[in-house]
Every structure is written in structure tokens, then in C-alpha cells.
């Protein structure tokens, strides 16, 4: 019973905020460019402040290394922010269009105007970047906001509740801590638009709730994407750069390589060298990998249990272990792990494993790899590694993925004139930059047309000779 009233306390509270956003709203919407970006240089300036506290909290979450998280949680942010900044008056613009011949004597453009009130539901992985990002896109577009931080990371936050308050007045930004119950009475509020990051699976619900309002949505979700080698691709870079970014944050990353498909021949060949890049970037200090101040852990008991589910699955059905496969449940410790003779009724080749597991599936023949691909959801990513950009160009002319890159993993993150996000099961819309901007904006269509046009319009009644001449004129040309 008591639990009951203060859920419903809470409920009253949010509605109060979510009213006093749509009153703030309507004065964002006709807020300048100079406005808007003042409020950018705020965000900006407080992160450059608070660096070292940033640092403590998403480390204090699940001991992400420091380096890490400049290079994953701020940097990007930043990036977005200065982008932003540079770019945000010539994005406000009205975009003019061309005048089609029958409608001479118009004016028309595209104006962008503010969603309004919007909602950030930021994911546990990259707690500070995931929920910071798509708010500078909200910002810049005149939205106000309410941020829902996960519940998985309470010290990131705690740090994004004082930020913000030290940022922003709450008409305009408000963070929203709390768990699934708390999230259900955000998604019962009509809001103009949804900004979700996390699994297709609650993509759905968000995707269902939105429904019910009609609100758009921004679902950047994740599942299974594919590495493909051919046979003329440099083993020692393709594992390098594998290994930074699969195992980057313990594997907690939507974009991270999830399952290798590589020609049977160079298999082994290719396993040595993720051994050598493993121990490289891991395990060249005394203490081993385990010891290593640069590999994070899993977030909580619940994900290693998940993830230790996973491998022990995998190995009853007859996987072999070629590295790794050590953990620590005391630190949610997983060892980097590369897996071979997996097969697809295994569990690590049916989910996403989002976790420092790595399956090695052997081809025949390429098409064969690329049918593979097609026979599986669409990936947020696809990445090839190979020599030949001809043929690289060809599969992805073949495949569908929200992202497509040659020769390297992940770091299509980084680049801000590129959209960011996944298609059908592995998102749904766009962010990051310009295309950031537009998920958060309305794209209204403005015609302006001249006074005394009625009496010519072919359109009015009554349809008179000259109007019927003058339709049947208008079809000829067409």
C-alpha cells in the first residue's frame, strides 16, 4: 500500500514536470540560434570543468579504466558539442526549395522548428556519452528534455542530476533517476519525441508505448554485427583492430564486433594474431590480463551470470575455447574469449552477446558468407577487411546494415557528418550531428502564396472551359 502512494507521488511529480516542459516549450520554439548555442557553450564548459569528476563516477559504476573513458565518454560529447556549435545557425536556416511551373508566383521553404518536449532514455554502457549526446541534438534543436539515466549506473547518475541542475533551469532539462517502474510513467506521457538507446527487445516497448501518442521515436538499438575477412586481408591489422574495439569496455558496446566469418584456410592464422593483440593491449604487465588497468569489467552480477550463461552454452555444444575463458565473480571479471567450432544453435550465435566474447564461423565461398549476413537480422554495423575495395564495395551493395565500414571497427561513432543508427531490428532513425539535429526538429513545409490567385485556380469550382483547357493543358505537359 505504501509503495502504491509513492509510486503514485512520483507520478504526480513527473506530470507536474512534463506540463511545465510544454509550457517551456512553446518559448523555446521561436528561441535564435545565439540562444541555443549559449546554452551549448554552458554544457561545454561545465564537462571541460568537471573532467576529473566524470571520470570518478563512471569509474565508481564499474571500474572503466581512465583513458577509456576520456576516449569513449567525453570525447565524443565534446566533439558533438563543438560541432553542434559551429554548425547550428546554417542547420536553423529555412531551407529553401525549387518552384515546381504550377506554382509560379509562390514562395516556399522548409522551416525547422522544435519536436518539443522530448525524452532521453540513456543506456548503462556508456552512461555519460549515450545520455549527453543525444541531448546536445535536443538542445540545439530547441527541445526541453527529460533524461532517464539507468538505474545500472547510479554513480554517472548522480553526476548527471547535478550537472544538469548546475547547467540548466528544470523547465528545460530535468534527469529523472529510478527503475522500471519509473521509466513505464515516462513512457505513459505524451511526449514529442522518444529518444531511446539499448536492445531491440525494449526498443519495442518504447517503440509501443510511443504508439499510443503517435510521439516519433529514435530507437538506437543493437544486435549481431558481423566481421567479414576474404582471403587477401592483412591478419595482423585486422586483428588489431578487432581486438581494440571488441573488447573495448569488457565488450559492453552496440557497435563491437559480434561474430567473426572468416575462409576456413586462414582460421588459424587469424586466431594467433588475435592472440598476440590480445596480450598486447592487455596482458604485457606482470599481473596478466586480469591485472590490467586498461580492461573494464562487466556492469553488474546480473550481465556476468548472463554472459557466463552464454560461453557454458556454447561449450556444451561442443565449442572450443581458443583463448581466455578465465572469469572472477567477485569483480565481474571475463577474460577476453575467442571461441571456434561454434554453430548456430549455439546461444552466442543467437543473441548478442554484448559482452568479451568472440565466435570464429569458417566459409567456403563468399556468397555463402554473405548469405549469412542476409539470413540474420540487419546489424547496426558490418565491417570487411580486405585489400580489394571492388569486391568490398560489392557486398555492401549486396547487404543492409545501418552502418558499413572496410578495414576498421566502430569508429564511424566518431564521424559527425555521418548518421549514426541501425535499421529495422537494429534501430530506427538517426543521430549524431545535422541528422541529429533533424530527429529532435519538424521539418515543417511553408508555401506562401499571393493574394487574388483563386479566380484562375484550376482547382476552385466552378470548372469553366477555360479552367478544363486549362487542366487538360497541364496533363499534356506532364
Known amino acids: 500500500m505504501q509503495q502504491t502512494q509513492e509510486l503514485e507521488l512520483i507520478d504526480s ?15 523555446l520554439r521561436n528561441s535564435t540560434a545565439s540562444q541555443r548555442i549559449a546554452l551549448l557553450k554552458r ?9 576529473e569528476d566524470i571520470r570518478k563516477a563512471v569509474h565508481a559504476d564499474y571500474q572503466k579504466p581512465y583513458p577509456e573513458i576520456d576516449v569513449t565518454e567525453i ?17 536553423m536556416k529555412p531551407k529553401k526549395v525549387g518552384t515546381p511551373l504550377i506554382f509560379l508566383g509562390t514562395k516556399a521553404y522548409v522551416q525547422y522548428e522544435p519536436k518539443g518536449v522530448s525524452l532521453i532514455i540513456a543506456p548503462w554502457n556508456y552512461a555519460f556519452n549515450l545520455a549527453v549526446g543525444p541531448l546536445v541534438s535536443a538542445v540545439a534543436a530547441g527541445c526541453p528534455v527529460i533524461i532517464k539515466p539507468s538505474e545500472m549506473t547510479p554513480h554517472t547518475s548522480a553526476l548527471l542530476r547535478r550537472m544538469m541542475a548546475e547547467i540548466f533551469d528544470t523547465h528545460t532539462v530535468e534527469v529523472i533517476e529510478g527503475g522500471v517502474e519509473i ?20 526498443g519495442k516497448i518504447v517503440m509501443k508505448a510511443a504508439a499510443e501518442h503517435l510521439t516519433s521515436v529514435t530507437l538506437e538499438l543493437g544486435g549481431k554485427s ?17 581486438t581494440a574495439t571488441k573488447f573495448l569496455n569488457c565488450g559492453q558496446t552496440c557497435i563491437a564486433p559480434d561474430y567473426i566469418l572468416i575462409p576456413e584456410r586462414l582460421k588459424d592464422a587469424f ?8 596480450e598486447k593491449m592487455y596482458g604485457s604487465n606482470k599481473n ?59 546461444k552466442v550465435l543467437q543473441e548478442e552477446i554484448f559482452g568479451p566474447i568472440l565466435p570464429v564461423v569458417t566459409y567456403d565461398n563468399l556468397d555463402g558468407a554473405i548469405m549469412i549476413v542476409n539470413q540474420q537480422p540487419k546489424p547496426l554495423a558490418f565491417y570487411v577487411f580486405s585489400k580489394n575495395y571492388k569486391k568490398i564495395n560489392a557486398i555492401f551493395n549486396e547487404t543492409s546494415s545501418g552502418a558499413a565500414l572496410a578495414n576498421d571497427c566502430a569508429v564511424h561513432f566518431l564521424h559527425r557528418e555521418l548518421p549514426f543508427g541501425g535499421v529495422n531490428n537494429s534501430g ?9 539535429f533533424l530527429a529532435f526538429s519538424n521539418e515543417k513545409a511553408v508555401l506562401k502564396q499571393r493574394v487574388g490567385s483563386a479566380a484562375v485556380n484550376p482547382l476552385f469550382p466552378p470548372f469553366t472551359l477555360v479552367k478544363k483547357k486549362l487542366v487538360k493543358g497541364i496533363l499534356k505537359w506532364l
Open 75 to 91: 570525447f565524443p560529447v565534446l566533439i558533438e558539442i563543438n560541432h553542434a556549435i559551429k554548425h547550428l545557425e546554417h542547420w
Open 13 to 27: 511529480r513527473l506530470e507536474d514536470i512534463f506540463l511545465i516542459q510544454k509550457q517551456q516549450a512553446i518559448k
Open 288 to 346: 596478466g590480463i586480469e591485472g590490467s588497468k586498461d580492461y573494464s569489467r562487466i556492469v553488474n552480477e546480473s550481465h556476468f551470470k548472463r554472459i557466463q550463461h552464454i560461453l557454458s552454452d556454447a561449450n556444451l555444444k561442443g565449442a572450443k575455447i581458443e583463448f581466455g575463458g578465465n572469469s572472477n565473480g567477485q569483480e565481474n571479471y571475463i577474460e577476453p574469449t575467442i571461441l571456434s567450432h561454434v554453430t548456430w544453435e549455439m
Open 226 to 242: 558481423p566481421v567479414l575477412i576474404l582471403d587477401d586481408a592483412d591478419l595482423k591489422d585486422t586483428a588489431d583492430k578487432i
Open 271 to 278: 586466431v594467433e594474431e588475435m592472440k598476440k593483440s590480445i
Open 43 to 51: 554544457l561545454l564548459e561545465w564537462i571541460n570543468k568537471n573532467q
Open 183 to 202: 521509466s513505464q510513467m515516462l513512457l505513459s506521457k505524451p511526449f514529442d519525441h522518444i529518444f531511446f538507446t539499448g536492445s531491440p527487445a525494449v
Open 428 to 436: 530506427l532513425g538517426k543521430s549524431h550531428g545535422h541528422f541529429g
